[in-house]
């Protein structure tokens, strides 16, 4: 029976994380961009980490994935920018019920 010597530190230390991918941020250079515009650019980029997910999680079903890491982070990210979506679309409800509420 062979023992492994010591587990060096590149061994087992995990990649940083990027930030945000880049259809997922918002251009705030043009001016004069209504709020449609950037919630359609928003909503433009859920759209796109859904499906970077769904076509990860395909090829990895079907064997052709090779770093299945990649694909967790991806579903992950996705599943994230949906729960955020989420709330955002709640407090959005809120706002609206609570103005609507408001006695004049």
Do not use: C, H
Request: a negative charge; glycine letters at 6%; zero cysteines.
């Amino acid at each position: 029976m062979s023992v492994p010597g010591p587990i060096q530190a590149s061994e087992w230390s995990i990649p940083a994380i990027g930030g945000l991918g880049p259809e997922a941020r918002l251009d705030t250079s043009a001016p004069n961009q209504g709020f449609a515009s950037a919630l359609e650019r928003a909503l433009a980029g859920l759209d796109a980490s859904q499906q970077r997910a769904s076509e990860q999680a395909a090829a990895l079903a079907a064997g052709e994935a090779q770093d299945p890491t990649a694909v967790v982070l991806a579903v992950e990210r996705a599943q994230l920018a949906m729960q955020l979506a989420n709330q955002v679309r709640n407090k959005a409800v809120e706002a609206y019920q609570e103005i609507f509420r408001t006695q004049v």
